[in-house]
């Protein structure tokens, strides 16, 4: 078995750079001495467990890059073996609903929904609104700032973990000027703790190469056709070759995760305004594809915060949708949702902003060789 884990991780290491897209919905030059096609890396450290193999349970396999994420029919088999049918071309939109007053919204029909791309009505071909099995990659800032911190987030990252559903999938990324998967896929709460406990926080934070090669990873292994990335940082990023304006079209490029991100910007090591910098980047990195942003006041907050993350992926509504615009004409395109009930008054709906169509991508997933020194 170790041996053909390393056999498999030596593999991947070997696969070909990606290659950064061309064109971005919102462009800005990269900071000084940064280029946009140097790729982060995700090095695998305290003997992680084999990969999951890919070995599809439906026609196509979940998390595939261009499959949309996997709108399709979710059926639970004999032993608890979930499997997904689905149409490669279907655009996919994992959707909160929030009432006038923020509450979770979770009684609308398919018939309450209407699907706009670039301001073109689409018709709703698939929906569903059920607790299905996700996919979750929790990244944790393992920077010097963090040190006193991180008792209080990997019990929280727990805690979460647990308030999910018990079918999801999770692995553990430590990054700090590297990224670490000190945890593959998994369910058990125990190894999770393992991959948690691998704490040496020091060095800068490169966050934004961390989430372009997590995005990478869930899209080549991932079993679950539902995927979430979850980010607990303290500061802004500092030690990336990626910009957040290429983070961004990555995971975008991938139909990939919906990113959600928890700020502990309340301390004194940053000044004002790196911590609105901070900020401004969590946020987009949520409002871009669905997820949101949390910012909580102090350090006692954030389990009560990673709950709130729990219970809003296992309410989601899912839609997908045959785009009237070919995806052969490539391009980005804006997408908006929008929800009306009677007697609901306004509702707002939180989903990705936009998708490219059908991405190419290499499947490289940034890993090395186990055994690299944190």
Known sequence: MLAAAAILCFAIAAQPQTQPPQTQPQTSQPASGTSADQQPSLTVDHDPVPSPDAETTGPVAPGAAGSGAGAGQVTKGAGGRFTLRQDVDEVVLNATVLDSGGRLVQSLQKGDFQVFEDGVPQTIAAFRHEDVPVSIGI???????????????????????????????????????????????????????????????????????????????????????????????????????????????????????????????????????TQRRAKRALQDLSDQTGGIAYFPKRIQNVDEVANEVASDIRNQYTIGYHSTNPPSKGGYREVHVEAKAKGMGRLTVRTRTGYFPRAEHSGKSGLVAPGSPH
């Open 139 to 273: 990244l944790i800032d393992n920077s010097g700032s963090m040190a006193d911190k991180r008792m209080a987030v990997n019990q929280a990252a727990i805690d979460m973990v647990k308030a999910s559903n018990p079918d999801d999938e999770t692995f553990i990324v430590n990054f700090s000027e590297e990224a670490y998967i000190d945890q593959d896929f998994t369910s058990d709460i125990g190894k999770l703790n393992q991959g948690l406990s691998h704490i040496d926080s020091k060095g800068g934070t490169a966050l934004y190469d961390a989430v372009v090669a997590s995005a990478d990873y869930m899209a080549k292994y991932a079993k679950r056709s539902k995927q979430v990335l979850l980010i607990i940082t303290d500061g802004e990023d500092n030690a990336s070759s990626a910009t957040l304006e290429y983070t961004i079209r990555r995971v975008q490029d991938l139909s990939g995760p919906v990113v959600y991100t928890i700020g502990l910007l309340f301390g004194d090591e940053d000044s004002p305004k």
